[in-house]
Nanobody, 123 residues
Framework: QVRLIESGGQLVQAGGSLRLSCTTS????????MGWFRQPPGKDREYVAA????????FYQPSVKDRFTISRDNVKNTVYLEMNYLRPEDTAVYYC????????????????WGQGTQVTVSS
C-alpha cells in the first residue's frame, strides 16, 4: 500500500521557521522525484519545490526561493521542506507528492499524494 504522510505543520508567527517531513512507504522512493505543493485558503493548489531522485536537481517557486529548502533522505524514504522567514501568505495546506515524470512543477505529473499538513503563519 502506497502511503505518503506529511507532518510538521503548525501555527507559527511571521518570521519563524518550520520543518515539514513527508515519510513514504510502498514506493520505490529512491527512483522517484518528489515535490511539495500547497493550497492556500480559497485558492488552487500551487507548486512549491521539487527534488530529483538523486538530489541532483532542485527547483523552487520564485516566492519561496532563498527561504525554503527541499531535501531528501533515500535511506529513510523521506522528503523534507525547511521553511524559514515565513510570511502570512505562506499559510496553506502543504502536500508532498511523488512522480516518475519530468514536469516537476505540474501537479498533474504526480502519481501519489499525501493527505496534507496545515501551516498557519500569523502576522
Amino acid at each position: 500500500q502506497v502511503r505518503l504522510i506529511e507532518s510538521g505543520g503548525q501555527l507559527v508567527q511571521a518570521g519563524g521557521s518550520l520543518r515539514l517531513s513527508c515519510t513514504t512507504s510502498g514506493l520505490p522512493f529512491p527512483t522517484l522525484s518528489m515535490g511539495w505543493f500547497r493550497q492556500p485558503p480559497g485558492k488552487d493548489r500551487e507548486y512549491v519545490a521539487a527534488i530529483t531522485r538523486d538530489s541532483g536537481l532542485i527547483f523552487y517557486q520564485p516566492s519561496v526561493k532563498d527561504r525554503f529548502t527541499i531535501s531528501r533522505d533515500n535511506v529513510k524514504n523521506t522528503v523534507y521542506l525547511e521553511m524559514n522567514y515565513l510570511r502570512p501568505e505562506d499559510t496553506a495546506v502543504y502536500y508532498c507528492a511523488s512522480t516518475r515524470g519530468r514536469r516537476l512543477s505540474d501537479p498533474n505529473e504526480y502519481d501519489h499524494w499525501g493527505q496534507g499538513t496545515q501551516v498557519t503563519v500569523s502576522s
